[in-house]
């Protein structure tokens, strides 16, 4: 039975939303969790067939469900996706999808890099853009981006990464206060490690990680109370243990755990 958190949510934000990277991780959860409280559901990704699954486990709530399947480092598969749900009444946008490379970025190759600035920053600046402009008509309805702990200081070993999580974080930020007169609740999400599909594309490996049920938790329960999220004791204690340090230290700590979390993943391969 639904609590009268999760009624407020659907009154608010319902009757449908739209979630990118739903076929795996946090995207995947919070698209369960949404359809559990209610809401009828656009899923996106790029694995059709994990699309698919979640698809029956949402009908079997008794829940609508569009399957919409592109890949964002091609911009038309990301107009394809707004001009498909153009009609629908959404009322809440969660953009999950995104990816990180990792290691040296001199050593790195430059079209994979403007692939991954076109997943995580070209393709959410533009749905961004989009739906405020159909939110403004609606009385409320909020936007759940994800950022990063790694998008509050430079990051050796993923600094290009770090570099796309700084600009959602900075993006969200300023647009909750824009435009919390237009009714449109932003909040950002900035997880530390989470038992995804996330490490193993980056080729990075983590000692501790919190589960993506209890980020997309999170996230539900923040929304329209709060702009950034640090999700879970682990995002809050890798936060605060290194709020007090000044930006260069920041940097030369998160140079250490990069480079641990990079190098125990090449010594495992080797
Ligand atoms: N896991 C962590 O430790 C962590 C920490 C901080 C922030 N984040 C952020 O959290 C978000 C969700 O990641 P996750 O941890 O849930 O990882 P995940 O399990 O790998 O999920 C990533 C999702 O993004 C989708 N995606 C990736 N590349 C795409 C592309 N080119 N076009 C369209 N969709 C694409 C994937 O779809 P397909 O699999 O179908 O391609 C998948 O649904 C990401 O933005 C990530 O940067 C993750």
Redesign the pocket.
Known sequence: MATSAQKRLLQDYGPWALV?????????QLALQLSDIGFNLVI????RS??EVLANKIHKNGNEVLVIS????NEQ?NVKLLESTANLPIGLLVA?????TSGLFADSKLDEEI?MLQ??VQ?VLTQVYNFIQRFKIRNQSGIIL?????GFQGVPYAAHYAAT?AYIQTLGEGLSRELKKEGIDILVA??????????G?AQMK?KQ?LQ?ADVARACLKNLGKKSTLKPGWLSKLLYYSLAMLPRSGKIRIMEKVMKDMVQRTSDSMA
């Open positions: 990118t990277g739903a076929s795996s991780g946090i995207g995947y996106h990704g790029r694995n994990a699309l592109g890949d964002f480092s598969d999950s999808a995104g990816y990180a692939d997943v995580n393709a994800i950022s990063s702990i790694v999580k900035a997880p530390g490690p989470v038992h995804t599909g996330f490490a594309r983590m990680a993506p």
